[in-house]
């Protein structure tokens, strides 16, 4: 059982990126996912979660409207469309997984772990 996460990289203040995680070893097309993240000396915190479906979403109040999460469940892969990225958007990105079909916006929530791609966002 492993997430894999890619696309993380170096951009400047107003750049995109696109983060991806990828699922192997079973099927995770029931299970919600999610990103999270962890800048130097801070606790992981919640970015955005989807469910099962794709068809609800949450976002963090601190990247609600830039950036946008979702899911192809035939891929096993979920993605973080991140746009307008700001310097204090800097963190290793970790994708993440639960057996419950819904959406949960807590570290203990998820059983599964990738691991993480670094976004650096310069001034």
């Known amino acids: 059982v492993q997430l894999q996460a890619s696309g993380g990289g170096l951009v400047q203040a107003g750049d995109s990126l696109k983060l991806s995680c990828a699922a192997s070893g079973r099927t995770f097309s029931t299970y919600g996912k999610g990103w999270f993240r962890q800048a130097p000396g801070k606790e992981r915190e919640f970015v955005s979660g989807?469910?099962?479906?794709?068809?609800?979403?949450v976002y963090a109040d601190s990247v609600k409207g830039r950036f946008s999460i979702s899911r192809d469940n035939a891929k096993n892969t979920v993605t973080l469309q991140m746009n307008s990225l700001k310097p204090e958007d800097t963190a290793v990105y970790y994708c993440?997984?639960?057996?419950?079909?819904?959406?949960?916006?807590?570290?203990?929530?998820?059983?599964?772990w990738g691991q993480g791609t670094q976004v650096t966002v310069s001034s």
């Open positions: 993440a997984a639960h057996r419950s079909a819904a959406v949960f916006t807590t570290v203990y929530d998820y059983r599964y």
């Open positions: 989807i469910n099962w479906s794709g068809g609800s979403t």
